[in-house]
């Protein structure tokens, strides 16, 4: 698992997939390694395998608490296959349960990323709020200021009727 660990940290995504799952085999019944595995999947563009995995893994934990991270990766999984209202299901469930501090920020990001690309752009900027906040929460004003920024961009094109259609402003 070590191994799988630094591979990953290292960006090796093919070995990180490859020592997971090698880990996986000896531990069958691990939600926590295929989750890990799922991840590996994903920062190697195959969403498609970490889905069959964290279906796997959200069958192990039943939904309750511990379900959140499977949850979180789902989310990330649908939206790099252009299944945007799954992710978005997935993502706010994910934060209904007890994801971690680290990566609570991050879904609400990714969330006001779909939201935009649904053209929900009210969604979009609450998400944002919610990621300011989470940001600043945890006193990473950097983020802060970030997600502050999205949620202008967001408010911007509320006011400008045909903006994502592509027409231009009277």
Known sequence: LALANSAFNLKLDQDAVRFYRQSLALVPNSWNIRNEVSEAYI?????????????????????????????????????????????VSSLER??????????????????????????????????????????????RWVGTAQALERILFQRSLLQRPGALAGTPDQ
Do not use: C, M, W
Not at 63 to 87: H, P, V
């Open 43 to 87: 920062e190697a563009g195959e969403p498609e395998a970490a889905l069959v995995l964290l279906q796997e893994s959200l069958a192990i934990t039943k939904d309750n608490e511990i379900s959140g991270r499977a949850l979180f990766l789902q989310g990330l999984a649908y939206r790099d296959l252009g299944e945007l209202e799954k992710a």
């Open 94 to 139: 994910s934060l209904e349960l007890n994801l971690s501090n680290d990566s609570v920020s991050q879904a609400h990001g990714i969330l006001a990323e779909v939201y935009t690309g649904l053209g929900q752009l009210e969604a979009a900027a609450d998400a944002a709020f919610h990621q300011a906040e989470a940001y600043r929460n945890k006193g």
